[in-house]
């Protein structure tokens, strides 16, 4: 089955202590990207990829980190996690650049920053 | 740089029609629409590149007009599956890798 997958789904961290969400696509997609989403904001872009070894910031960069080493994964890292970094996180792929291309969307992680 | 959408929320009825619009202040070759549900993920909906042409997707179709630089979407004989949040998102300038969503807009169906 195409799909998105991330983990972890929910996660209740403390301040300060480094984590790592994993997203992994398995449709050959060239292009990946992290949102995050908060009430009243919407979709806010962090990072993207539109292919391996090729990241670039979105809107909301500061405070995460990217690396895009194979093609499929694509991990999210907070490597000093603060409260203001509690959200909803997707990530999403698309067989190319957004721009022309359909996102595929995983299924959210619920992030807990205390 | 983030489309605005308007309205921000909407309640109908089963069957009752609703818009759903989308606008930018810079230049848009291309329109995005995704509708999410609740605690669920976005899913695409629709692509409108320039030309101001409609797409449909069931009943719901949108339209694009790059000189007024919106998008409009339409949902016609609205159902309870309709429910959710409809996000509209524009490429960002001179760079295909970003894709800015507006805020959203909550669309509630009730029976």
């Known amino acids: 089955e195409a799909q998105v997958t991330q983990n972890p789904r929910y996660l209740i961290t403390v301040t300060g202590k480094k984590l790592t969400v994993t997203c992994s696509q398995n449709?050959?997609?060239?292009?990946m990207s992290w949102y995050r989403q908060d009430p009243g904001l919407g979709l806010r872009q962090i990072y993207y990829?539109?292919?391996?070894?090729?990241?670039d910031k979105g809107d909301v960069p500061e405070g995460y980190k990217v690396s895009r080493k194979e093609k499929r994964n694509f991990p999210l890292i907070l490597e000093s996690p603060s409260p203001n970094q509690t959200s909803l996180y997707f990530c999403?792929?698309?067989?190319?650049?957004?721009?022309?291309?359909?996102?595929?969307f995983g299924e959210g992680s619920r992030l807990t920053v205390l | 740089q983030q489309p605005v959408q308007s309205p921000q929320a909407v309640i109908l009825r089963e069957g009752e029609d609703a818009v759903i619009n989308c606008s930018s202040s810079k230049a848009l070759y291309s329109v995005h629409w995704y509708r999410q549900k609740h605690g669920e993920a976005p899913v695409f909906l629709m692509i409108l590149l320039k030309g101001g042409e409609q797409k449909g997707h069931e009943k719901i179709s949108a339209s694009f007009n790059e000189k007024k630089q919106q998008s409009s979407l339409y949902l016609t004989a609205s159902q309870l599956s309709y429910s959710g949040t409809y996000f509209c998102g524009t490429p960002g300038s001179g760079n295909t890798g970003k894709l800015i969503f507006g805020q959203g807009t909550t669309l509630q169906v009730k029976p």
């Open positions: 449709m050959n997609h060239e292009y």
């Open positions: 990829s539109m292919n391996v070894e090729v990241t």
């Open positions: 999403a792929s698309s067989l190319r650049g957004q721009a022309t291309g359909e996102l595929f």
